[in-house]
């Protein structure tokens, strides 16, 4: 077995490949993208950090590869689905260098409040200017930090520990788990109102993409101060300029930018603006951790089959997944599906399997359903081996309850969850060998397949609603490749289940619910 090491890695996972038995490792950091593709072929696995780009090509290149180790946690820079199309297991080493970056998180706050950027280069320049580089204080100050996961939460900690005030905004984590913590969890408006500095921990998702731009810098104290230390383009970094130019933010420190290395970005003009390359995670601690475990984790995987920390591949053995396939599937999109259903934070999950299931270890299924719940939440941080710990942090308590009578069907998972505010069931089946379907959302029955763009839509049952919703993608070019009316239990309300060949844009959603007939349409990703 070949393993290609394409980024620095620390030279102890290097040991680790050179002395597990029947492993090759080679070490060729910083090639073109065309090299790598040209030599790819030769290897059963490549181990990278930030900088290799896994696109499709390099998957249709790498013919041996079985598996892409990611020393840290981002995979921002790998093609996920077209590694699962190439039946390539990709591992990332979630917890190793969380500590690390919080703590740069911290420094660069520090950093920004007493200006040692500044006051470190003007003397080198020769220069003593004490009067100049006044600074700021940070005790008793409000320290506002957005997403209260790994990195998130140990950021509010050691503020904590600085006499820092620490608000929280994190919708997807329960205010009681945060106020558990010791920490106010508080609106997106009123963090941005009432915080003098604030620090930002999400990951880059469709829904945090620009998240902090003109409009929230309006929102925002006079002098607030901001750090970004989780993904380039959370930050609109235009917007930040023109922020920072007009004074309304004082300071900002950013180690992420919208292109790495940023070209000729006008932020590095402004004497209040420092900034780190990506050093989040550069400590040697950091980076023995990842180091260690990625090298561990292809070890076994090239040596045993065992899989750990895949954000694409379940953990279970050959022979189980030939008999759960399906229905980890189903899991998979039922929990996506829930995800985009409900709103608020997530208290309770409850997962019931009805009839025949008899002798199955169901458990990889339940992660399934919660790793496709989490996923569009936490992106890529999500496995099937970290889901229910994850969804454990989040504070959502999970049962599972088996039960012989499936309804009309052979078999039927039903998951019901409970957010602080709206519950919401679904129902879904497997269909001879391997034909997942949602059959029940609440009350509605239909019979939908989970997969591609689609949209659910609630309708009034009068002459004429079908029509325009038809018109109305039509006029704007969407192809609607299957429609679905599903009726509801007792009542006389309808549901409409559309997918389409292309995803619908806001503007058309917006279009669709402006129809006279049409109560509520929910645009779905599955
Ligand atoms: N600079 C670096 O070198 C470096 C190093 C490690 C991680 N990171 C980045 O740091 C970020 C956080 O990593 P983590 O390990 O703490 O992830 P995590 O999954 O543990 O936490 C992310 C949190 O963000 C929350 N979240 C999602 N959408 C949100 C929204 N719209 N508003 C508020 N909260 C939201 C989630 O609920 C979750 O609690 C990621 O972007 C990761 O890629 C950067
Ligand atoms: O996602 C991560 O782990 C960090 O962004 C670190 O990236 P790096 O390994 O390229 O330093």
Same mark, same amino acid.
């Given at each position: 077995?070949?393993?290609?090491?394409?980024?620095?890695?620390?030279?102890?996972?290097?040991?680790?490949?050179?002395?597990?038995?029947?492993?090759?490792?080679?070490?060729?950091?910083?090639?073109?993208?065309?090299?790598?593709?040209?030599? =790819?072929?030769?290897?059963?696995?490549?181990?990278?950090?930030?900088?290799?780009?896994?696109? &499709? %090509?390099?998957?249709?290149?790498?013919?041996?590869?079985?598996?892409?180790g990611r020393a840290g946690i981002g995979l921002?820079?790998?093609?996920?689905?077209?590694?699962?199309?190439?039946?390539?297991?990709?591992m990332n080493t979630p917890t190793g260098n969380v500590v690390t970056t919080a703590e740069?998180?911290?420094? #660069?706050?520090?950093?920004?409040?007493?200006?040692?950027?500044?006051? @470190?280069?003007?003397?080198?320049?020769?220069?003593?200017?004490?009067?100049?580089?006044?600074?700021?204080?940070?005790?008793?100050?409000? !320290?506002?930090?957005?997403?209260?996961g790994k990195i998130g939460s140990i950021v509010?900690?050691?503020?904590?520990?600085?006499?820092?005030?620490?608000?929280?905004? %994190?919708?997807?984590?329960?205010?009681?788990? =945060?106020?558990?913590?010791?920490?106010?969890?508080?609106? #997106?408006?009123?963090?941005?109102?009432?915080?003098?500095?604030?620090?930002?921990h999400?990951p880059?998702?469709?829904? @945090?993409?620009?998240?902090?731009?003109?409009?929230?810098?309006?929102?925002?104290? %006079?002098?607030?101060?901001?750090?970004?230390?989780?993904?380039?383009? =959370?930050?609109?970094?235009?917007?930040?300029? &023109?922020?920072?130019?007009?004074?309304?933010?004082?300071?900002?420190?950013?180690?992420?930018?919208?292109?790495?290395?940023?070209?000729?970005?006008?932020?590095?003009?402004?004497?209040?603006?420092?900034?780190?390359?990506?050093?989040g995670a550069?400590t040697?601690e950091a980076q023995t951790n990842v180091a260690v475990a990625v090298?561990q984790q292809?070890?076994?995987?090239?040596?045993?089959?065992?899989?750990v920390n895949a954000v694409?591949?379940?953990?279970?053995?050959?022979?189980?997944?030939?008999?759960?396939?399906?229905? !980890?599937?189903?899991?998979?999109?039922?929990?996506?599906?829930?995800?985009?259903?409900?709103?608020?934070?997530?208290?309770?999950?409850?997962?019931?399997?009805?009839?025949?299931?008899?002798?199955?270890?169901?458990?990889?299924?339940?992660?399934?359903?919660?790793?496709?719940?989490?996923?569009?939440?936490v992106?890529d941080m999500v496995n099937?081996v970290n889901a229910p710990l994850m969804?454990k942090e989040?504070?959502?308590?999970?049962?599972?309850?088996?039960?012989?009578?499936?309804? %009309?069907?052979?078999? /039927?998972?039903?998951?019901?969850?409970? @957010?602080? &505010?709206?519950?919401?069931?679904?129902?879904?089946?497997?269909?001879?060998?391997?034909?997942?379907?949602?059959?029940?959302?609440?009350?509605?029955? /239909?019979?939908?397949?989970?997969?591609?763009?689609?949209?659910?839509?609630?309708?009034?049952?009068?002459?004429?609603?079908?029509?325009?919703?038809?018109?109305?993608?039509?006029?704007?070019?969407?192809?609607?490749?299957?429609?679905?009316?599903?009726?509801?239990?007792?009542?006389?309300?309808?549901?409409?289940?559309?997918?389409?060949? @292309?995803?619908?844009?806001?503007?058309?959603?917006?279009?669709?619910?402006?129809?006279?007939?049409?109560?509520?349409?929910?645009?779905?990703?599955?």
């Amino acid at each position: 077995m070949k393993v290609l090491v394409s980024d620095n890695l620390g030279e102890i996972g290097i040991q680790m490949f050179q002395e597990a038995e029947g492993i090759e490792v080679d070490v060729k950091t910083g090639l073109a993208p065309e090299e790598l593709k040209s030599i =790819i072929g030769d290897y059963d696995a490549l181990v990278i950090r930030s900088a290799t780009k896994v696109t &499709e %090509d390099l998957l249709e290149k790498g013919t041996r590869l079985k598996v892409v180790g990611r020393a840290g946690i981002g995979l921002d820079n790998v093609d996920i689905p077209a590694a699962s199309k190439h039946g390539v297991v990709v591992m990332n080493t979630p917890t190793g260098n969380v500590v690390t970056t919080a703590e740069h998180a911290i420094a #660069m706050m520090l950093s920004l409040s007493r200006n040692i950027p500044r006051g @470190t280069s003007t003397l080198k320049d020769g220069k003593w200017e004490k009067k100049k580089l006044q600074g700021r204080e940070i005790f008793n100050k409000i !320290l506002g930090v957005i997403g209260f996961g790994k990195i998130g939460s140990i950021v509010a900690d050691r503020a904590r520990g600085l006499k820092m005030q620490v608000i929280v905004h %994190d919708p997807f984590v329960t205010p009681e788990r =945060i106020e558990k913590a010791g920490f106010e969890s508080v609106s #997106m408006e009123e963090l941005y109102k009432r915080a003098d500095y604030i620090t930002v921990h999400v990951p880059k998702l469709k829904d @945090t993409l620009g998240f902090l731009n003109k409009s929230a810098f309006n929102q925002m104290k %006079d002098g607030v101060m901001l750090i970004n230390c989780a993904r380039g383009g =959370i930050v609109n970094e235009a917007d930040l300029y &023109e922020a920072m130019k007009s004074g309304k933010v004082a300071g900002a420190a950013l180690d992420v930018f919208e292109t790495e290395p940023p070209e000729n970005s006008p932020l590095f003009e402004l004497d209040n603006f420092i900034c780190t390359p990506h050093l989040g995670a550069s400590t040697k601690e950091a980076q023995t951790n990842v180091a260690v475990a990625v090298a561990q984790q292809i070890i076994d995987y090239l040596q045993t089959g065992t899989i750990v920390n895949a954000v694409n591949v379940p953990s279970v053995t050959g022979e189980l997944l030939e008999k759960l396939g399906p229905f !980890l599937s189903l899991g998979d999109r039922m929990g996506c599906l829930m995800s985009q259903l409900i709103c608020g934070p997530l208290k309770q999950l409850t997962i019931e399997y009805m009839g025949d299931f008899q002798g199955m270890d169901l458990a990889p299924v339940s992660t399934a359903i919660i790793k496709g719940l989490l996923a569009p939440m936490v992106k890529d941080m999500v496995n099937s081996v970290n889901a229910p710990l994850m969804a454990k942090e989040r504070g959502i308590k999970i049962s599972e309850t088996t039960s012989a009578d499936a309804e %009309d069907y052979l078999n /039927l998972i039903r998951v019901y969850a409970e @957010t602080t &505010e709206m519950n919401t069931t679904l129902a879904g089946t497997v269909f001879g060998k391997n034909d997942p379907r949602i059959v029940k959302i609440n009350n509605f029955r /239909l019979e939908m397949i989970p997969h591609g763009h689609s949209a659910i839509i609630h309708n009034q049952d009068k002459p004429g609603a079908i029509g325009s919703i038809g018109m109305c993608l039509g006029k704007n070019n969407i192809n609607i490749g299957r429609m679905l009316v599903g009726q509801e239990d007792e009542g006389d309300r309808n549901i409409i289940f559309l997918r389409t060949d @292309t995803s619908i844009p806001d503007s058309v959603v917006e279009e669709l619910r402006n129809l006279p007939l049409v109560n509520t349409v929910i645009p779905l990703e599955l």
